[in-house]
């Protein structure tokens, strides 16, 4: 579904629900309306014009090291992961980091992680947040505030302030935290509807440190 039809969609979802709205289930429905209002209120700011945001996007591109079509390894300790809500030739309601869609991200046991988040999409409505839990899909509506295991959250960032790329400030939050225990997490799209229904998430694993081999006597 082209998320940009979605105000189109709303309007026909209110006005004639006997024909478009008997087509969709109502998980569906529900999150086109709420996609359309918001599920939770915008990060105000930081914000940043496209010669910064322009960097942003290239850096998510290039960090990290890609393994398969589908994952990305960032090794070391000390890591900087940038991921782009909706970023600029990939699908609609998706996350991009390594030049991938949706990757899967490994990180090792213990590292020091900087999760830098910007929103690039556009449209009423269109905010986005992540947050990095335990929760496996398929995902309700909502996934609540306090997921299970969250390692870090990043509530809501509101969309870009124009259509047009290069005249938009861009919504971006930093957070910070250590990957100490191992195991397969998501990072998911908490904005109600958003994971549900468009499968706006991806593996996040924590793979576990290899202990120092003891020397043969």
């Known amino acids: 579904m082209n998320v940009r039809l979605l105000p189109v969609l ?15 289930s109502g998980t569906e429905r529900t999150a086109m309306r709420m996609a359309m209002i918001g599920g939770a209120p915008p990060v105000v700011g930081p ?15 290039m960090n990290g090291e890609r393994r398969g079509p589908h994952a990305v390894m960032f090794p070391g ?10 970023a600029p030739r990939h699908p609609d309601m998706s996350f991009e980091t390594g030049g991938l ?6 990180v090792s046991q213990g590292a020091h992680v900087t999760l830098k988040v910007i929103n690039m999409d556009y449209g009423p ?17 909502e996934i609540g505030r306090h997921p299970p295991d969250m390692l870090a959250r990043i509530a809501a960032l509101a969309p870009r302030s124009s259509s047009r790329l290069r005249a938009a400030r861009y919504a971006e ?4 935290f250590v990957a100490r225990r191992p195991g ?3 990072y998911v799209c908490p904005i109600p509807g958003h994971a549900s229904a468009f499968h706006m998430y991806g593996r996040f694993i924590v793979r576990q440190s290899r202990s120092p081999t003891t020397p043969r006597s």
């Open 101 to 106: 869609t949706n990757p899967t991200v490994c």
């Open 173 to 176: 939050a930093t957070v910070h």
């Open 125 to 141: 409505g269109m905010i986005h947040g992540l947050v990095i839990t335990s929760a496996k899909p398929p995902y309700p509506l």
């Open 47 to 61: 914000t940043i014009p496209w010669t910064k945001g322009r960097i942003v996007w290239q850096s998510s591109r």
């Open 10 to 24: 709303a309007f026909l979802v209110f006005a004639a629900p006997v024909s478009l709205a008997a087509t969709r």
């Open 184 to 186: 397969t997490y998501y």
């Open 77 to 86: 300790k000390k890591v900087v992961i940038t991921v782009v809500a909706n």
